[in-house]
């Protein structure tokens, strides 16, 4: 075990992440709170690696990251580099990093206790939170939801991920799972999400919706090639 000169074990795995946090029974997931959480929905949003270029006013923007995973792995290096910045924004909506269902169940795991303990950093640190719900396999969702508050607001994430018949019905089943386990008030949706499956839960639940960075730049190229 390393110690430092003052004889200080070295926190190489990030333990000050979740200083202050509860965890869920089993696999330990930091729980996101209710107080982290507005209590209003987003009016601006901007992801992560367009904001950290902006030179204007970001105080109205919340800062999602529903990009590659390269695009803002260099938080997950150094996350206490950019409290200061997070600062400087309205919030930010819960990370992201890939969680895909062909995973090996460890990789999975390890992808959403990341994506929680950088959430939880960063809104313990005074960051307003939209808690981002990425699944993973069936097996490990039921714990998973556990981190989450209920009746706040919660955020998804759908660029590219609703194409397929096949996609467009685990999306129902995941939204229908969200809504009886956690009581949203309402979802922060990033993309397309398609409007009969918003027509079946819009009685229930609240949609707020925002283009991706993608459909932003598809709809400025489509109009200056008209």
């Known amino acids: 075990m390393y110690k430092d000169?003052?004889?200080?074990?070295e926190d190489s795995f990030q333990a000050f992440l979740v200083e202050g946090?509860?965890?869920?029974?089993?696999?330990?997931?930091?729980?996101?709170?209710?107080?982290?959480?507005?209590?209003?929905?987003?009016?601006?949003v901007m992801p992560f690696f367009k904001a950290i270029t902006y030179q204007g006013d970001l105080s109205d923007y919340y800062i999602y990251f529903y990009s590659p995973?390269?695009?803002?792995?260099?938080i997950r290096r150094n996350p206490k580099k950019y409290l200061q910045f997070f600062k400087r924004c309205k919030g930010i909506?819960?990370?992201d990093?890939?969680?895909h269902t062909d995973m090996p169940i460890v990789k999975q795991k390890a992808q959403l206790n990341d994506n929680l303990s950088l959430s939880f950093f960063f809104a313990y640190n005074g960051i307003p939170l939209f808690p981002n719900c990425r699944g993973g396999s069936d097996s490990i969702n039921d714990e998973y939801l556990n981190a989450f508050p209920k009746h706040t607001y919660i955020a998804l994430g759908v660029h590219g991920f609703v194409q397929l018949k096949e996609q467009k019905y685990?999306?129902?089943l995941?939204?229908?799972?969200?809504?009886?386990?956690?009581?949203?008030k309402g979802f922060i949706i990033i993309g397309h999400l398609p409007y009969d499956i918003i027509d079946d839960y819009k009685d229930v639940v609240e949609f707020h919706l925002?283009?991706?960075?993608?459909?932003?730049?598809?709809?400025?190229?489509?109009?200056?090639a008209n």
């Open 69 to 74: 995973d390269g695009t803002f792995e260099r």
């Open 21 to 44: 946090a509860d965890f869920t029974k089993e696999e330990e997931y930091p729980i996101q709170k209710e107080w982290m959480v507005p209590q209003n929905p987003p009016v601006k």
């Open 5 to 9: 000169k003052d004889g200080i074990v």
């Open 93 to 95: 909506i819960g990370f």
């Open 97 to 99: 990093f890939s969680v």
């Open 170 to 172: 685990e999306w129902r």
């Open 210 to 224: 925002f283009d991706s960075f993608m459909d932003e730049r598809n709809k400025e190229v489509r109009s200056h």
């Open 174 to 184: 995941w939204i229908a799972k969200l809504i009886e386990k956690l009581e949203p």
